[in-house]
């Protein structure tokens, strides 16, 4: 689900007068509503970067560690082992995008 128009100018600093221009129009409960999607997106966005972050430790430490297999292995075929990195790459993006989808999308109507 795409972020809403409003809320994606909070991210870009070339529009931060027409934003405060926009908020200032709102009545209290739409300033709420705003600001509940505000920290949505926000929030999703930090656990965006936390899963490069995380996926990128994840490619370097299982990089050593393919590394320190093949040289210490004594003979047959081991490439697949460079492989697994990118597993773990695949796995830590996946999670972190369900998790950040799941806080950045509003509750369900009750």
């Known amino acids: 689900m795409p972020e809403d128009e409003l809320v994606s100018k909070a991210f870009d600093a070339d ?10 129009d709102l009545n209290p409960e739409e300033a709420q509503f705003f600001l ?6 926000i ?7 936390s899963g ?3 996926a990128m430790l994840v490619w370097v430490l299982g990089m050593a560690g393919g590394l320190v297999y093949y040289g210490m292995s004594s003979g047959g075929f081991i490439g697949w082992i460079f492989l697994m990195p990118f597993l773990g790459v695949g ?3 996946y999670a972190f995008g369900k998790w950040a ?8 109507p009750k």
Request: glycine residues 2%; without cysteine.
């Open 15 to 24: 529009k931060h007068e027409e934003l405060a221009q926009a908020i200032k």
């Open 36 to 41: 509940e999607k505000l920290e949505r997106a």
């Open 43 to 49: 929030r999703k966005r930090k656990i965006m970067i």
């Open 52 to 54: 490069y972050l995380a």
């Open 91 to 93: 796995i830590v993006l």
């Open 101 to 108: 989808d799941r806080v950045g999308n509003p509750p369900a």
